[in-house]
């Protein structure tokens, strides 16, 4: 898979990742590719000038990033649907963007508008890094069968996220 995926066109290498099962880690490099897209553009959406805006734009990025890793997973995400993995993500992740809301306010203020987005939106691509490591991990459990989306209720994976979140900062945090 590798040497195919070397000598195809690059235009070409999302279908070929998308389509094949042989290779996770193929599937882990294309879809932290994508992640790294989302968190440029979640931290660039952290100066948007108004404050809590940025939170507005946000979401839907990272709602179309979990829908994009779902894609290269070949992960049907209509057929499981974001409505019992969103509600359970945002539920882990809702403590961090209570957190970061307070420091959007600083925008407002003249002098501190630019440091304001720096904090917004590097608060903002933290989470967005954290939500697509642990979706990243989600959907490789699903693609090997250790979870079965349409056979968890929403609890019991909001349970699954927790505990691969607290995995996940474990081995970022000092």
Do not use: C, W
Not at 13 to 20: E, G, I, K, P
Not at 21 to 42: M, N, P
Not at 128 to 144: C, D, F, N, P, S
């Amino acid at each position: 898979m590798k040497k195919t995926y070397q000598v195809i066109p690059e235009r070409l290498h999302d279908s070929l990742v998308n389509a094949q099962k042989a290779s996770i880690e193929l599937k882990r490099k294309q879809a932290q590719s994508k992640l790294a897209l989302f968190v440029a553009t979640t931290f660039g959406e952290g100066f948007i000038p108004v404050p809590m805006s940025d939170s507005v734009m946000m979401i839907p990025t990272q709602i179309e990033m979990l829908r994009e890793i779902a894609e290269v997973y070949g992960v049907d995400i209509e057929k499981h649907t974001l409505e019992s993995v969103v509600p359970a993500l945002l539920g882990v992740f809702g403590a961090f963007s209570s957190g970061k809301a307070l420091f959007s306010y600083l925008k407002a203020i003249p002098g501190l508008n630019f440091a304001g987005g720096l904090i917004s939106g590097g608060v903002g691509a933290a989470i967005t890094t954290a939500l697509g490591a642990v979706y990243i991990q989600l959907m490789e459990l699903v693609v090997t069968g250790k979870v079965n989306l349409e056979a968890t209720t929403s609890k019991e994976l909001q349970d699954i996220l927790v505990k691969l979140l607290k995995t996940y900062l474990a081995t970022k945090m000092p």
